[in-house]
């Protein structure tokens, strides 16, 4: 019996602080989602220090097994009941954390999972 490891994409957080991330040796200063490919850059929420379904609508169509949310270097980025159970309903895992904790997180989860990260980088 022969068994393939499938190859999975792993982007590196380097660093963060308060309204910085570092990945794969790129700076980035705006809040950010990071899929196992590429980094959103500009990523931005309809009403600023809530987070909506709308304002995910990549990370839904990508199909992670787990959406982690960085709410924050102080946590002020609220996460509605109803984005985590629509989230939840696509079969989305949802993790959320203050984004220092979530990026350690993030590092670690994506060894083994299918994970997209969504980090606002300050507040």
Not at 54 to 71: F, N, S, W, Y
Request: net charge neutral; aromatic share 10%; charged share 25%.
């Amino acid at each position: 019996m022969i068994f393939y490891n499938k190859k999975v994409s792993i982007m590196k957080i380097e660093q963060y602080s308060f309204g910085k991330i570092v990945i794969d040796g790129q700076a980035y200063t705006a809040d950010v989602i990071i899929f196992s490919d590429r980094v959103y850059s500009s990523w931005w929420r309809k009403e600023g220090h809530k987070l909506n379904t709308t304002d995910l609508t990549d990370v839904i169509r990508e199909k992670p097994e787990i959406l982690l949310i960085g709410t924050g270097y102080s946590g002020l980025m609220s996460v509605p009941e109803e984005t985590v159970l629509h989230l939840e309903s696509q079969g989305i895992e949802v993790r959320i954390e203050r984004t220092a904790k979530a990026v350690d997180l993030f590092n670690q989860m994506q060894q083994s999972k299918k994970v997209v990260a969504a980090f606002h980088l300050t507040c």
